[in-house]
């Protein structure tokens, strides 16, 4: 095999290519001899006489060669993939190669020849193209080892998550699981992995619902990252436990994952549990007398002079009255209402409605600002439960006369009246238990407004409307229209 001795490079090309190993795999003794005394000026050369393959940087074959080498090189290159594990091929001019060079598949995957030189070789040819096929090699090799110690970093910040945690792949098969998942559930590492949630004991019917409903969710809302989901799973003593569910999407090794993290909730799902059976034997307990008391004041009234110091008493302890009695509902709506049951399409314009004649009021129904049918993603009663009350703020601090509109807006809707308004300094103030301008409210009625869009996961915006009074804005809506 000829050489024609015309060279181009510089030193330091040369410096750093001396750490490439190169396997030369050529049948005739002259060619092989003249290109590994070529080839040590830069590489180590492998010459193996008894033809074995070996994991070097790259495979020189010649047209006599590779017949015999193909299925070897092939099954190397897929071994060592994505890394680039590179073959050149040295062919005779005008030399036919009875070889199929084709890629077995198409899916990416290796090919057999990844460049050719003919002889006789130009040396600066040569080089140039081993040169071009050792970058691409150094450089699958710094990504390869980019990519390892990635997932190694992500090992260890994953099993560093106290809470219980699994990987999901595209397929939402789990892919990796962190000892607190194991630990929690009492389930193996084998049990779990490459197996979906759906295929594992600790989450029921509903729990695996929840759990998919996010995933689909998780991504829409920009960053990768979803609003939390309760659920509920079967620990390793098979108790219930309650699990804040997060989901962020993320790439592990250049693969697309889904990244799942339970938060236990338990401690504060028995809370809330307590916190609901007490409010409903004190509103229940309350109830009883104030019922007593509100039958029994209709009867003294009568008998004391409506002109008597006596009667302005009276009228005073009927409005208390009332008002205990909307205290003892707002607490049982705040404590107990106010959580998302069962979230589907209902129709915007017909809650609307129903909402609106609850309110006890002889004002106009409001106007409604929407086209068409359309019905928003929502719990239908927390929905209504919502407008009605919006709609008694607008009636109770608007007076007799106010106007109130309802329509949708950019993924959501809003209930704006021409009242006094909300001054910018008391918005966030309104949504606060207790916190009332009237002395007949309770300073519930928005606080249930702000736990219904939280429950949810709608963002709640308080403005100025366009006549100058409240505008209530609740965002992060799913919209249908039809």
């Known amino acids: 095999m000829a050489v024609r001795e015309h060279e181009s490079g510089d030193d330091a090309t040369r410096e750093g290519a001396m750490t490439n190993r190169i396997q030369l795999l050529v049948d ?12 040590e000026q830069r590489y ?3 010459v193996d006489d008894e033809g074995d393959l070996r994991d070097v940087d790259l495979h020189v074959v010649d047209d006599r060669t590779l017949p015999t080498y193909r299925d070897r090189l092939l099954e190397h290159s897929h071994a060592v993939h994505p890394t680039f594990a590179p073959t050149l091929l040295v062919r005779r001019e005008d030399t036919r190669i009875d070889v199929d060079l084709s890629l077995p598949d198409a899916d990416g995957g290796p090919a057999i020849v990844d460049d050719v030189v003919e002889a006789p070789v130009d040396k600066a040819s040569l080089f140039r193209r081993l040169e071009n096929l050792l970058v691409r090699r150094n450089q699958s090799i710094a990504l390869a080892r980019r990519y390892e110690e990635s997932e190694t970093r ?3 910040l994953f099993q560093a998550i106290p809470d219980p945690a699994f990987v999901l792949d595209a397929e939402r098969a789990i892919t990796e699981v962190n000892d607190a998942f194991l630990d929690a559930t009492g389930l193996t590492y084998a049990a779990v992995v490459d197996r979906r949630p759906d295929d594992l004991p600790v989450f029921d019917d509903d729990a695996v619902a929840r759990l998919h ?12 990252t979803s609003a939390a989901e309760t659920l509920t799973y079967r620990d390793a003593d098979g108790d219930t436990r309650h699990a804040e569910l997060r989901v962020r999407n993320d790439t592990v090794a250049g693969e697309p994952t889904a990244v799942v993290v339970m938060h236990d909730v338990t401690a504060i799902h028995e809370t809330n549990r307590q916190l609901e059976e007490f409010a409903s034997i004190v509103t229940h307990d309350l109830r009883n007398p ?8 209709p009867m003294v009234e009568p008998a004391v002079d409506e002109d008597a110091p006596a009667a302005d008493h009276l009228d005073v302890i009927d409005g208390s009255l009332d008002r205990i009695d909307s205290l003892v509902d707002g607490v049982r709506s705040l404590v107990r209402e106010t959580d998302v049951e069962e979230r589907r ?26 086209d068409g049918e359309p019905t928003v993603e929502a719990d239908p009663a927390r929905l209504q439960q919502l407008l009605e009350n919006l709609f008694r703020n607008a009636h109770d601090h ?4 106010v106007t109130v509109r309802v329509g949708l807006d950019d993924g959501g809707f809003y209930v704006a009246d021409d009242g006094p308004g909300i001054p910018p300094e008391e918005r966030a103030d309104v949504l606060e238990t207790g916190y009332t301008t009237s002395n007949d409210g309770t300073g519930l009625g928005l606080k249930i407004v702000s736990e219904i869009a939280d429950a949810h996961g709608w963002d709640l915006t308080i403005a100025e409307s366009a006549a100058g009074g409240a505008r209530f804005e609740i965002g992060g809506v799913d919209v249908t229209d039809s």
């Open 398 to 401: 608007g007076g007799d006369d």
């Open 154 to 156: 992500f090992e260890g």
């Open 28 to 39: 005739d003794e002259g060619n092989r001899a003249a290109l590994r005394s070529l080839l």
């Open 44 to 46: 180590a050369v492998v």
């Open 345 to 370: 399409p209902v129709a915007f314009r017909d809650v609307v409605e129903r909402a609106w004649r609850t309110v006890e009021t002889d004002d106009d129904a409001p106007v409604l600002d929407v």
């Open 290 to 297: 104030l019922q007593v008391a509100k039958a029994r004041l």
């Open 213 to 224: 409903d996010r995933l689909d969710a998780t991504g829409s809302d920009g960053d990768g």
